[in-house]
């Protein structure tokens, strides 16, 4: 027996392609899309792979999309999950050549990151560049929640559906997030912020 | 009600996600605690700066990029499965002719039949299949028998 998804009964009904009617809904979405990522990961490139990869998935997974429901929300479930994927594969390696004891000197490395200085944001308030490498800093899931909900003004239950998680839960990943957020913004900054903040 | 339950639901009480009565015993909580007043005002202003984070243009071309690389998935999409159907078509080949090369050896070496020799069947008995053949020509015979050898007992 022949199933009909809801996207494609919405193709047949709109006389679109499955290709035009992704390709509307990118040109739609990909803004905020990339308003997001840069946000979750950091960096223009890291976030250009990003939404890249979010959206090949997306279009790979289309036919599951269902087009009752808002697209970006979808869309950000399948960024959410790569950009954990992501943060799991680099993260080792990150830790493994940056916080490993040098085998001869015994002291951590100290290597400047060219690479992240080259491309960091160029924001042009200072608050917002600690509050960019704050996010950085945070754990994944956290970060994930804080910003579905503070950048993409989304309710605990919104954030919940896209991260496939209990909104109990999400209200602790928010809590705790802003938290090592505060925390952070404190430590690298104690002569600015620990008067204010603690 | 404590400094310590307050502070966990500061986010979701500033984020108008706690029930009336949570909400209630919060606000009443930090109109009476100052500690707890300005974790609250200091939790308030990083959800603010997170919420108005500049939005980064995108440059120009990275739409299209998007969209060719979207394409270019739906293409290899495509050819992978494309891929398959080509791959199929000459296994499809190499078994049907298979099949039709089993078939013509088949009818090439029809084997001869096979006479069950059973005792009593006209097959097992040489004299019986004759007679059998002798009636079928000449069912008048009325079954008689031609024999060169003498009475029995002779």
């Known amino acids: 027996m022949r199933t009909v998804s809801a996207i494609d009964q919405h ?87 940056l916080d490993e004891v040098h085998p ?11 690479s992240w200085s080259a491309e960091k944001l160029l924001l042009s308030e200072e608050f917002e560049a600690e509050l960019q490498e704050g996010l950085k800093k945070m754990t994944p899931e956290f970060r994930i929640a804080v910003l579905l909900a503070d950048l993409e003004g989304m309710s605990y239950e919104e954030v919940a559906e896209i991260m496939r998680t209990s909104i109990g839960t999400v209200r602790s990943r928010i809590h705790r997030g802003r938290k090592q957020l505060r925390t952070f913004l404190v430590d690298a900054r104690p002569d600015k912020y620990k008067a204010e903040m603690l | 009600m404590n400094c310590r339950y307050t502070r966990s639901r500061i986010s979701a009480y500033i984020d108008r996600e706690l029930t009336p009565s949570d909400a209630e015993k919060v606000r009443v909580h930090l109109a009476e605690c100052d500690s707890c007043s300005d974790e609250c005002r200091l939790t308030l202003d990083i959800r603010d700066g997170i919420s108005n984070l500049k939005s980064v243009d995108t440059g120009p071309m990275f739409e299209q990029r998007l969209l060719a690389a979207v394409r270019e998935a739906g293409e290899l999409g495509k050819e992978k499965r494309m ?45 019986a299949r004759d007679q059998a053949f002798d009636q079928a020509r000449n069912p008048f015979s009325g079954g008689t028998t031609v024999s060169f050898e003498g009475p029995a007992g002779r």
């Open chain 1, 104 to 114: 001869e000197t015994g002291s951590t490395w100290d290597v400047p990151d060219e």
């Open chain 2, 83 to 127: 891929g398959w159907s080509m791959a199929l078509v000459p296994a499809a080949a190499i078994a049907a002719a298979f099949l039709i090369f089993s078939l013509l050896r088949q009818t090439d070496t029809e084997p001869e039949p096979v006479y069950s020799g059973q005792p009593g069947t006209p097959q097992a008995n040489p004299l």
């Open chain 1, 11 to 97: 193709r047949e009904r709109s006389g679109q392609s499955k290709q035009e009617t992704f390709e509307r809904l990118l040109r739609d979405s990909y803004s905020q899309a990339f308003h997001l990522a840069l946000r979750l990961s950091g960096r223009r490139s890291d976030a250009e792979d990003l939404v890249q990869e979010s959206y090949i998935r997306a279009f790979r997974f289309f036919h599951r999309y269902d087009p009752s429901l808002p697209f970006t929300n979808w869309l950000y479930r399948i960024m959410t999950n790569a950009h954990i994927d992501e943060v799991r594969r680099s993260g080792k390696l990150r830790v493994s050549s």
